[in-house]
């Protein structure tokens, strides 16, 4: 999927905007954690849907996301993920619904420094056919991690951690939520992550992503959220959203929203 020569999905191609099969609905949420909350969020996203979050670091959309994977409780309101009503479960109840979170802080949050590809193979796809040594092969060939098997995470680069955390994503994921995904990539691996993610929605799973790149927000957002001040105030189609309206709602200008 992301050796040389693949004639995938070039960035910027978007998935065509799905219909509306609801994967996703929040009815007046409340997300809290030990600082802040969120309150009155309401919105679907569908199958196949990709929706981009904008804003200044700490105005919101970190929670968001970690209310969606289950990370942050939910302290009021109904989020129903394909129906099941999630509000106060555990995060492993939301894994095990489809939902997948993959952290800014690759190395710190989302894999085990010391640790072999092997070992987080083996810890994150348990029950699958084959032996740990197969399927960490596969995955380094589909992914195009230049590492071994036996390689810690802590000495591969930024793209090759990314790709291992895909690597990583189990097939039946239908929710990917990711904070910044090609942060300090280089563009080609930049562009990698996005045919992985694309191709995931046309497999009918959603990606909901935080990025500080609008020029990432507008190429691979159908719908493009904006937090200010700790709170959702825009939620609108990307192709109707300029830098400049972008800016403006990030910066609370009232004329903006």
């Not at 894994?95 to 989302?110: I, T």
């Not at 040594?133 to 951690?161: D, V, Y």
């Not at 700790?230 to 200008?253: C, K, N, W």
Request: with cysteine; glycine share 10%.
């Amino acid at each position: 999927m992301f050796g040389a020569g693949h004639t995938g999905d070039k960035p910027g191609r978007m998935p065509s905007r799905p219909a509306d099969d609801l994967l996703v609905q929040m009815e007046d949420v409340q997300v809290a954690d030990g600082s802040y909350a969120l309150s009155d969020l309401s919105l679907r996203i569908r199958k196949g849907e990709i929706i981009g979050l904008a804003g200044l670091e700490g105005s919101g959309q970190e929670l968001f996301l970690r209310g969606l994977a289950g990370l942050a409780r939910v302290a009021k309101g109904r989020l129903t993920f394909n129906g099941e009503d999630l509000q106060g479960r555990p995060y492993l109840r939301f894994r095990r619904a489809g939902v997948h979170f993959l952290p800014a802080a690759r190395l710190e949050q989302g894999l085990f420094p010391e640790l072999s590809l092997r070992d987080h193979f083996s810890l994150a796809l348990p029950g699958q056919s084959g032996s740990e040594e197969e399927l960490c092969q596969e995955g380094i060939k589909k992914f195009s991690i230049r590492a071994r098997p036996s390689t810690c995470a802590r000495a591969l680069s930024g793209g090759n951690q990314q790709r291992l955390l895909l690597a990583l994503i189990p097939e039946n994921a239908s929710l990917l939520l990711m904070e910044h995904p090609t942060r300090g990539l280089d563009v080609e691996s930049g562009q990698q992550v996005w045919q992985h993610l694309m191709a995931r929605c046309r497999r009918n799973a959603a990606v909901v992503f935080s990025s500080a790149d609008f020029e990432e927000l507008k190429a691979y957002s159908h719908r493009i959220l904006v937090f200010y001040n700790r709170r959702m105030v825009a939620d609108q189609p990307s192709q109707s959203l300029d830098m400049e309206t972008i800016g403006r709602m990030m910066a609370g200008h009232p004329g903006a929203v």
